[in-house]
């Protein structure tokens, strides 16, 4: 390698250098990130805002809430936790589901509970139902169960509905 090659390449190297550096001069006028100006506000409710709605959701009547439910749009809502769970008295990946209501948690013979759902304790009724399935991971801390919850009333009331009509 003769004295001119390596030059280029010095001359190549400085010359990409300065290109990022004027590059980084410019964008600095132009964009500028050290403002302490606010382009746009995201509004959030405050913490009486959401108590609010965390009390509204506790006043929910569940039983007329399932009184008037729809037992064939349950059953389709129950399609996602058909994943999961069957009806027929077999268990599958979760407990069956047939003649839950009433049952005691977390007692189906033969399934493996998680220990925060064997020691939950109560029975199954639909006020039990409806708040676990809102958030089951809220509802029992630790438990296996992974699904997300149904966030709407109406798709926990008609699975509630739909829960009753297949345990009689």
């Known amino acids: 390698m003769n004295t001119m090659e390596v030059t280029k390449i010095v001359g190549a190297v400085c010359g990409s250098l300065l290109a990022f550096l004027l590059l980084l001069f410019f964008s600095g006028l132009i964009f500028d990130t050290h403002s302490e100006e606010v382009a ?53 990946v979760g407990p069956h589901l047939d003649h839950v209501i009433g049952r005691p948690v977390g007692s189906v013979d033969g399934f493996a509970y998680s220990d925060p759902m064997k020691s939950h304790g109560g029975d199954w009724t639909p006020d039990a139902l409806f708040v676990f399935l809102n958030s089951p991971k809220e509802a029992v801390p630790g438990t296996k169960m992974s699904f997300a919850g149904l966030p709407k009333a109406e798709d926990r009331a008609n699975v509630i509905a739909y829960l009753e009509s297949v345990s009689q």
């Open 40 to 92: 746009y506000v995201i509004s959030v409710p405050d913490a009486a805002g959401g108590g609010e709605a965390a009390t509204a959701e506790e006043q929910v009547d569940v039983a007329a809430l399932v009184a008037s439910a729809d037992v064939a749009k349950g059953q389709a809502v129950f399609k996602k936790c058909a994943t999961c769970h069957k009806i027929d008295g077999n268990n599958a």
